[in-house]
């Protein structure tokens, strides 16, 4: 049980998220080079992206780092945000 408070005390807990959200994004890009199948890597970057800025952002707050960090990481998971819904409505449109 301390390794899973650890993980979340010292804001580990954030590097592993992005860990996981990389290698997410790794198989996605393998699986559609390989098959074509999936979504295409413009439309895959921007919906990891704006999960990656809001961890990014969560692991920024909870080490206390200076406001415009925060901010930056925010601004960029909104502007990665609006980008996917650009291309989603762009595709049923």
Do not use: K, Q
């Amino acid at each position: 049980m301390a390794m899973v408070e650890a993980l979340f005390v010292e804001g580990r807990i954030y590097d592993l998220i992005l860990l996981v959200l990389a290698l997410e994004g790794a198989f996605l890009w393998g699986r559609w080079r390989l098959t074509g199948r999936g979504p295409r890597p413009s439309r895959l970057i921007p919906f990891l992206l704006s999960g990656a800025a809001l961890v990014a952002a969560a692991r920024a707050a909870s080490l206390e780092a200076a406001w415009p960090w925060i901010a930056g990481f925010l601004a960029c998971a909104f502007a990665a945000h609006i980008v996917e819904l650009h291309h989603r409505w762009r595709v049923r449109t």
